[in-house]
């Protein structure tokens, strides 16, 4: 077989295991900008994506070779995608774990969809995290209005109270501040079930990113430092400016979390360091994550080269760094500063191919650059 052919699609027996050659088609659930910059990525080592999104005209279609427009319940559109790729990922937690299930049935999925059935139930994720181990805020489950009052009473005020499933970037949580009503918060945050997290006295946010093959070996790339602006990433700061025990801690809870769950592909684990020290996990993401596009700009291998890789059975490329840099999202008109941006000499501007700005949307970032060592040393 040429190198540069793929392998005849057909039957996941066929195929189960073997690194994909250039020329295959890998599918990517979902069309947001992370599978944009997966897709770009792919191109690079040879292969082609095909896009299963809800959305036309999504980021990730405009730079795929395919791009299939369905409900992600829809069976029938499911399984002709299947047919049309040799490995299935996906760039975001929303898509339904059962239709993910369904894929692998016919297709090799990586991750598997057991890794997105935990990190889409902030709930399930909690008990997995704490099951190994690993420390968490204190969290209570709400399923009822009326057990909000006694999970308050638990947790304590101020807290956070999240819908347990289906919320990002701030999205479906509310403050419950020592003067919130708390049925008002119940109905602001939607009458559904809900998880109740405890604040934690803050030195800095911290995520790492872990990449793990089909062998079981992992890399991961140094911890950064995470800001936010209204709940959404607004700068991320690569490398964080913590020790090294505590870099290596961090690290290592993350490697554990990615063998646990027997995950093939990325693992983003974003953490609070506490003022006396300890790590506490916040949330996990199974797929490339916004406090990893510095490494596109910054690093040997980008996180999204690292995602192909390991979707695609290939070996995981190095995670060195060349540079430090701080990583700002362009969120909502701050786009419409792209002219400046693009004429500043070393930014390296990413816009998303969006053609609508809306308060709170990621419409691209920027990536400036910095001697290795310097930021740390601020």
């Keep these: 077989m040429n190198l540069f052919s793929a392998r005849p699609l057909g039957a996941t027996a066929a195929r189960p295991s073997a690194p994909l050659a250039p020329g295959s088609t890998i599918g990517i659930m979902g069309g947001g900008q992370l599978g944009r910059m997966t897709a770009l990525a792919a191109a690079r080592l040879g292969y082609t994506c095909h896009i299963f ?89 709400v399923e009822r209005e009326g057990a909000l009052a006694a999970a308050v009473q638990a947790i304590g005020r101020p807290a956070v109270l999240k819908t347990a499933r289906m919320g990002y970037d701030g999205k479906g949580q509310v403050l419950i501040a020592e003067n919130t009503p708390l049925d008002a918060a119940w109905r602001e945050m939607g009458n559904s079930h809900a998880i109740l997290e405890g604040f934690v006295d803050l030195a800095m946010e911290i995520s790492v990113i872990v990449a793990r093959g089909l062998d079981g070996k992992w890399v991961a790339y140094p911890p950064v430092e995470n ?53 506490l996990v916040n949330e996990i993401a199974p797929r490339p994550h916004n406090s990893g596009h510095w490494t596109i700009d910054a690093c040997v291998t980008s996180q999204f080269e690292q995602f ?36 500043e000499p070393g930014a390296k501007v990413h816009l998303y191919g969006k053609n609508e700005i809306r308060p709170g949307r990621k419409m691209g970032h920027v990536t400036r650059l910095y001697p290795k060592g310097s930021l740390t040393k601020e």
């Design 227 to 279: 800001r936010h602006r209204n709940h959404i990433l607004d700068v991320t700061r690569a490398p964080a400016a913590i020790s090294d025990a505590l870099a290596r801690d961090a690290i290592a809870l993350s490697a554990k979390l990615a063998d646990a769950m027997g995950l093939v592909g990325l693992l983003a684990v974003e953490m609070f360091v506490a003022r006396d020290g300890r790590l």
């Design 308 to 343: 192909v890789r390991a979707v695609a059975g290939l070996p995981l490329g190095s995670v060195d760094r060349h540079a430090d840099a701080v990583m700002q999202n362009l969120i909502g008109t701050d786009v419409e500063q792209w002219p400046a941006l693009v004429a």
């Design 53 to 141: 999104t809800d959305e036309r005209g999504s980021p990730a279609s405009q730079v795929a070779a395919a791009a299939t427009v369905a409900s992600y319940a829809d069976q029938a559109a499911l399984a002709a995608f299947a047919d049309a790729v040799h490995a299935v990922t996906f760039e975001f937690e929303n898509v339904p774990h059962e239709s993910v299930r369904f894929l692998t049935e016919r297709i090799p999925v990586r991750p598997g969809w057991d890794c997105l059935r935990i990190a889409q139930d902030r709930l399930v994720e909690k008990e997995f995290i704490n099951r190994l181990g690993i420390p968490t805020t204190a969290y209570a489950s």
